[in-house]
């Protein structure tokens, strides 16, 4: 299995970023998929998951009315679409898998991205 994210940079407060997870070795279609990320000094946080349909997502306090996440199945490929960025949300961004419905705790995904940087400048 092998989750690639992609899409992070430099951005400056107010602005927009589109990160993908490309994935690889797995049943996509029947996947659940997760996007967290990690700050300097703390600890992972959850930011946002989507059923293996699509239909159903599920976000964290924090981000909810300015991420969104979606997939697209036939590229195997998961997409969070980050609106109005804050200093706040400067960290690195990981996509994560599990096989059954979806969480908010990292510790019961099985498989991770190498993650992607995500600086916001106020």
């Known amino acids: 299995v092998q989750l690639q994210a992609s899409g992070g940079g430099v951005v400056q407060a107010g602005g927009s970023l589109r990160l993908s997870c490309a994935a690889s070795?797995?049943?996509?279609?029947?996947?659940?998929m997760a996007w967290f990320r990690q700050a300097p000094g703390k600890e992972r946080e959850f930011v946002g998951a989507?059923?293996?349909?699509?239909?159903?997502?599920l976000y964290a306090d924090p981000v909810k009315g300015r991420f969104t996440i979606s997939r697209d199945n036939a590229k195997n490929t998961m997409y969070l679409q980050m609106i109005n960025l804050k200093s706040a949300d400067t960290a690195v961004y990981y996509c994560?898998?599990?096989?059954?419905?979806?969480?908010?705790?990292?510790?019961?995904?099985?498989?991770w991205g190498q993650g992607t940087q995500v600086t916001v400048s106020s």
């Open positions: 994560a898998s599990r096989p059954l419905y979806y969480s908010d705790d990292y510790s019961e995904y099985e498989n």
């Open positions: 989507i059923s293996w349909s699509g239909i159903s997502t």
């Open positions: 070795g797995l049943a996509f279609n029947s996947t659940y």
